[in-house]
């Protein structure tokens, strides 16, 4: 080792030395003054929307548990804010629940500030920076109708709640914000926006209901848009795309379909009715009360074979979030666009309580299943999502 690697050695431990002892003064001056404080992470929309609401339901429930203040720190330089108008509106979020903020600015020194707070300093659990957003959330939306406009409503000439949006991931939003970082650990959660458009043409032909493709920065807009009442646009590919448009449009929409990703943590945060498909970790959920969802399926390279959910838990699969299918000789196949119809199909069964008798009993006996994934700490206790019934009989391996 030569002496600037070992400078650097000495320096870097120095850090982790000094982020540990201010880390147990800060928990120790918190624990005295019944307080924590909460740094949200706000460089991905996900993360952005996701964590703020997350973290006030576990402030409230500290609130009412330990009479615990919070504080929500914010510290990301503004040009590294993923949703700038959010951003603008969390202030007015916070305050309306009774707590506190603070917006650190760095004139100087920022880089050294923010990889200290990242990387060295010691976090415990009244001081701590957040990036989960899969926990329960408050029943009520945390997007007060004040701090949503109905303008993008008017230019596009929708009306509130009559309308649903469609979201299909791809890489081409996290490869242009981020272009020094390889996102390719993050693939097998893209899906095919085509996928979409017989989902798309059902619900303006049968339901009568307008169709918005939303999604700040996508790799390829629709050529299934239709003009003539009801409409299917293609508003990520439109002039009209904006920060704050995009939050405005999703939390008034009727429904939410997505194959998960940042701008879905606008729909929670509305709690907006949702589907989800193509949803890998096969049995991640977000904490959300949504009803109906389609898992990629898992399938054998050489075989072909489904891997059922009790295996991909034996192999680690079913909740990491960057799983190595590779390694297991796996892959993950999309769900088609029949499947994806037949959801909805199932959605609307849902709603009006009209499953039949072979369907409630697949249900079942995935709650079955669902109950022990809760009790090994898997899935959040309370929360009654389940696989759309036309998936598993179509697919009962995955069951086994």
Known sequence: MNISNIS?????????????????????????????????????????????????????????????????????????VANKYFRRIAPEIIKRFGFNYKIMKFNSNYNLT???????????????????????????????????????????????????????????????????????????????????????????????MEVVRVGSNVENPINWTKDSFPRILDYSSSEFLSEKNDIDLISQSALYISSGGGPESIAIASRREMIRFNQTPIINEVGYPFGVYLPKLIRDISSEEIISIREAIELGLATNWTPNYEKFNLYVEENSETDILNAFKDYLNFKNKTFNKEEKLIIKKYNILRKENEEKGLIIRGINNFIAPSFLLKYPEILI
Request: charge should be positive; include cysteine; proline fraction near 1%.
């Open 8 to 80: 650097k050695f000495c320096i870097s431990k120095s850090f982790y030395f000094l982020g540990y002892l201010v880390g147990l003064l800060l928990n120790l001056i918190l624990l005295l003054k019944k307080q924590s404080i909460v740094i949200i992470r706000e460089d991905r929309i996900g993360h952005q929307v996701g964590t703020l609401d997350s973290e006030l339901y576990k402030a409230c429930k500290r609130k009412k548990e330990f009479n615990q203040n919070t504080i929500f720190l914010m510290i990301e330089n503004i040009d590294n």
């Open 114 to 208: 923010q990889r200290f707070l990242k990387s060295y300093l010691k976090e415990g659990k009244r001081f701590y920076r957040s990036s989960i957003t899969d926990t329960p959330h408050l029943k009520i939306s945390i997007l007060d109708k004040n701090l949503i406009s109905e303008d993008i409503l008017d230019k596009l000439e929708l009306k509130k709640e009559k309308y649903v949006c469609l979201y299909c991931r791809d890489s081409k939003y996290l490869d242009e914000r981020f272009p020094g970082t390889n996102w390719t650990y993050h693939n097998h959660r893209n899906s095919k926006i085509d996928n979409m458009a017989k989902l798309a043409r059902y619900i303006t032909n049968d339901l009568q």
